[in-house]
């Protein structure tokens, strides 16, 4: 009886850890869906927004490009748009971290993808790196 009693009480347990770990899979989905993140360029002529998905939710330009050229335009809303993509593998990180744990394989797996397809645009400078923020203009 005493082993019967024994993988009775392992598979509770199992069971128990399936759905602990599912329902953190579950809400770092849901946060991770939720997550969106913002950059300005260094010299603040432009922001853009991203979704979770890397689609570009908002772009703002200001006065400051009304003289420049329709390829610089391009170039720093491109730009921009990287550092704030970048952002969400960092915000990915941290969400994984919090739900499911960083060493976690899931946790792992989310971030890994998330960093192959947003990675940090090396041109970065550090002025850029200073403006990004996940709110707010």
């Not at 899979?25 to 946060?31: G, H, K, T, V, Y």
């Not at 420049?68 to 335009?73: D, L, M, P, Q």
């Not at 170039?75 to 593998?89: F, K, P, S, V, W």
Request: without cysteine.
């Amino acid at each position: 009886m005493k082993d019967a009693d024994a993988a009775e009480n392992w598979v509770r347990s199992w069971s128990a850890s399936v759905s602990e770990r599912a329902a953190q899979a579950q809400e770092m989905s849901r946060l991770v869906a939720a997550l969106s993140a913002s950059a300005t360029s260094a010299d603040g002529a432009v922001r853009v927004t991203v979704a979770a998905t890397g689609v570009v939710t908002e772009l703002r330009l200001s006065d400051r490009v009304q003289g420049w050229a329709a390829a610089r335009i391009a170039e720093q809303i491109m730009n921009t748009m990287r550092l704030a993509q970048a952002q969400l593998a960092e915000a990915v990180a941290d969400v994984a971290a919090r739900t499911v744990g960083e060493g976690s394989e899931t946790g792992r797996a989310v971030v890994a993808s998330y960093t192959e397809r947003f990675p940090e645009p090396p041109e970065s400078s550090d002025d850029d790196r200073s403006r990004r923020r996940q709110d707010g203009w």
